[in-house]
């Protein structure tokens, strides 16, 4: 298992949820700390750090250009990143495991799911390309909200369409917001964030 550096938060309760963030390309993770225990308060927060250096840019899975991944490094590393919250998942009870993610947060946030449909209760995938067809997979009873925007240069609309697609058609409740920009995060997502994840606590509470 890879050995990430990662910023947890202190003092939550044994069966609080589990919330784990994930930076986009260049960020770290400070990038969503102090927002995530804005959107889901009382949970343990905890954010890994990508290791793959791209030009300095920390990212969480190697590439050879945009939207073009390098398939073999994201397998390795989407096995390694599982193995991380499941032994985070391990030190306490949570009734829920939540993730979000940003741009390469999100793809990779968005592989774990595809190969360990089980481990995450919910998500927020902000911003994801995944340029493959992900597998069969079953996410009944899983919650999934994709925010974009329709003029996102790196995560064409029709790209996005098909992932939540996929997502709504292998059982998920799925919800897609869009917003008019491009691949920015803008205050309407984080309130449809926030929406979103607050709905979460009428689940197995």
């Known amino acids: 298992m890879a050995n990430y550096h990662y910023r947890e938060s202190k003092g939550a309760a044994e069966h609080a949820p589990l919330f784990l963030v994930f930076h986009g390309t260049g960020g770290d993770e400070n ?17 890994p750090r990508g290791d793959v ?4 840019a920390l990212r969480y899975f190697r590439r050879s250009g945009e939207g073009v991944y390098d398939m073999d490094d994201l397998r390795l590393r989407t096995a ?42 919910a998500t927020v995938l902000m911003h994801p390309l995944i340029p493959f067809f992900p597998p069969q997979a079953d996410f009944t009873g899983k919650r999934v909200l994709i925010t974009a925007g329709t ?42 964030t926030q929406a979103f994840l607050s709905g979460l606590a009428t689940i197995r509470a």
């Not at 990038?31 to 954010?47: I, M, P, S, T």
């Not at 250096?53 to 300095?56: D, I, K, N, Q, R």
């Open 80 to 121: 390694a990143m599982t193995a991380f919250v499941v032994a985070r998942k391990a030190e306490g009870a949570p009734r829920q495991v939540v993730g979000l993610g940003y741009s390469n947060g999100a793809n990779i946030l968005a592989a774990m799911q595809f190969a360990s449909p089980g481990l995450f209760d």
């Open 151 to 192: 003029r996102d240069p790196m995560a064409p609309a029709a790209v996005t369409q098909g992932l939540s697609d996929y997502f709504a058609g292998h059982g998920a409740e799925t919800s897609l917001f869009w917003h008019q920009g491009g691949h920015e995060l803008r205050p309407e997502e984080l309130r449809e």
């Open 53 to 56: 250096s791209e030009g300095g």
């Open 31 to 47: 990038q969503f700390f102090d927002v995530a225990g804005e959107l889901l308060a009382g949970a343990r927060v905890v954010a």
